[in-house]
């Protein structure tokens, strides 16, 4: 325009006071725009940074790499919905039996063993140790085995109760071992057997009926009363006391005898 009126001095002077203004009013946008891309004096903005470089920002210029499901971008503030990466994660406490509480204090890995100690009318509290007076609910109480003739000793067994009965069996050179029966070969040492002992009885130097006797055991189970073994012995015992009187009579009888003839 101002070339098709540039042959008359007014047309000119409009056009170059039209130019002067476009130049004057267009020039502060333009650059605060490169403020605002460039970051000011020093040429750098958070947007321009890559994910690498976004968190070694300086205190003076600070960004956050701002994530949004699988994309980052490198802002001033992140916003609500999303996590800034550049932030230190969360300092974990080391984890010690202190830490712990009643429910998973026994269920802790091995390298910590701990034990929940719990003293008379307390709750149990979570620690590496116990302490004298306390008492770890960790540990299973010890599982009774059930009493049985192998559990017992040689000196205990011929002792059993009733109800477990038990024998101590013996092999030839061998030890007496506790069984509830025993198998053949063996021998029941719990069981006294009765011993027969033959005394040979010798008279005036001849000899007699052995004597045997019997010793351990009941006896005889087929033993009864002998009534004619009964009525010899008294006859023998009423003539042994008949020749002693007899005898003591004669003897008294030829003492008196002698005297008078003296």
Known sequence: MCAHFSSGKPYSWFCI?????????TFPAVSSQDVAVGGGDNGTSCANLTEEN????????????????????CKESCDQNEKDTCAAPPTLEPMT???LTADTCCNSTDALNCSLCQAQGADGICK????DGETDTCAAPPTLEPMTCGNLTADTCCNSTDALNCSLCQAPGADGICKADCAAGETDTCIVEPTTVTTPTTTNGSTTTPTTTTAGGGGSSGQSFDGASFVGGI??????????????KFYKARKDQNYHTL
Do not use: R, W
């Open 54 to 73: 976004c968190c070694n920002d300086t205190d003076a210029f600070q960004c956050s790499l701002c994530q949004n499901g699988d994309t980052k971008t």
């Open 17 to 25: 006071v039209i130019i002067a203004l476009f130049v004057v009013l």
């Open 235 to 248: 006859i023998l015992s009423l003539g042994i006391v008949a020749i002693v009187f007899f005898g003591l």
């Open 128 to 131: 590496a140790e116990c302490s």
């Open 97 to 99: 039996c202190g830490n």
